[in-house]
């Protein structure tokens, strides 16, 4: 999907995004406590945390309960979720924002925690070897990727329910399931499990694995090895 989409598709989220975020992924506000929960770091130690695709700022918020020392950079496609980030977060004095599109544009280096929740799927397949090369050139030695993302099944057949199970979850939360999956499939890049660990692992990511799945979404960390 063009860049252009993406955003605009984010745009018009922005005022419900947590209420449609809980209707259409389930335990959506568990796989962020379980992120953080990763996270193999002291919650007092001085933090640099990229928190990539942050929309409308309900990861940073729990970052800065947990991590009083942290320092964040907040980075987003869309200057409104980046507003609502602000206006959630209340002029912090430990966080930095930046608008832009991870696809293309610089993002820093030496961060100790690099958090990806429900961004990454939007990369084309082609692009993912090359995007993870970077994110892990952005990462301090030591530091760790962690991601929430949407994946396919390797089986067919077992992607087929998969899909299934999660229509009927968006139908039960009064969302239009099948239009959302419509959606998904136009406009999302999502890829086997494996293939994500193993494209990791290719990027120079050590202790690759999953901590959480539950049918076509899942959490995967890795590491940079420190020197």
Same mark, same amino acid.
């Given at each position: 999907?063009?860049?252009?989409?993406?955003?605009?598709?984010?745009?018009?989220?922005?005022?419900?995004?947590?209420?449609?975020?809980?209707?259409?992924?389930?335990?959506?506000?568990?796989?962020?406590?379980?992120?953080?929960?990763?996270?193999?770091?002291?919650?007092?130690?001085?933090?640099?945390?990229?928190?990539?695709?942050?929309?409308?700022?309900?990861?940073?918020?729990?970052?800065?309960?947990?991590?009083?020392? =942290?320092? !964040?950079? %907040?980075?987003? @496609?869309?200057?409104?979720?980046?507003? $609502?980030?602000?206006? /959630?977060?209340?002029? &912090?004095?430990?966080?930095?924002?930046?608008?832009?599109?991870?696809?293309?544009?610089?993002?820093?280096?030496?961060?100790?925690?690099?958090? =990806?929740? !429900?961004? %990454?799927?939007? @990369?084309?397949?082609?692009?993912?070897? $090359?995007?993870?090369? /970077?994110?892990?050139? &952005?990462?301090?030695?030591?530091?760790?990727?962690?991601?929430?993302?949407?994946?396919?099944?390797?089986?067919?057949?077992?992607?087929?329910?998969?899909?299934?199970?999660?229509?009927?979850?968006?139908?039960?939360?009064?969302?239009?399931?099948?239009?959302?999956?419509?959606?998904?499939?136009?406009?999302?890049?999502?890829?086997?499990?494996?293939?994500?660990?193993?494209?990791?692992?290719?990027?120079?990511?050590?202790?690759?694995?999953?901590?959480?799945?539950?049918?076509?979404?899942?959490?995967?960390?890795?590491?940079?090895?420190?020197?």
């Amino acid at each position: 999907m063009k860049t252009e989409h993406v955003r605009e598709h984010f745009r018009v989220q922005v005022p419900d995004y947590a209420g449609l975020m809980r209707r259409l992924i389930p335990f959506y506000d568990e796989q962020r406590a379980l992120m953080l929960a990763v996270i193999p770091c002291d919650r007092g130690a001085s933090l640099r945390v990229l928190d990539l695709g942050c929309g409308p700022g309900l990861m940073a918020t729990a970052i800065l309960a947990q991590f009083p020392h =942290a320092r !964040l950079t %907040l980075f987003d @496609l869309t200057t409104e979720m980046i507003d $609502a980030c602000r206006s /959630r977060l209340d002029g &912090s004095a430990r966080i930095t924002y930046q608008v832009g599109d991870f696809r293309t544009d610089d993002f820093g280096d030496g961060y100790d925690v690099l958090l =990806a929740s !429900l961004s %990454l799927h939007h @990369l084309a397949v082609p692009e993912r070897p $090359a995007f993870y090369k /970077r994110a892990f050139r &952005s990462l301090a030695p030591g530091g760790h990727l962690i991601t929430a993302e949407v994946i396919v099944d390797e089986s067919r057949e077992v992607r087929e329910r998969q899909y299934e199970l999660w229509r009927r979850h968006m139908m039960a939360q009064g969302e239009d399931g099948d239009a959302w999956y419509q959606k998904h499939l136009a406009k999302d890049h999502p890829i086997e499990l494996s293939a994500w660990v193993g494209t990791l692992s290719e990027a120079g990511f050590v202790s690759v694995g999953c901590f959480w799945r539950y049918l076509n979404f899942a959490i995967v960390s890795g590491y940079r090895a420190a020197v």
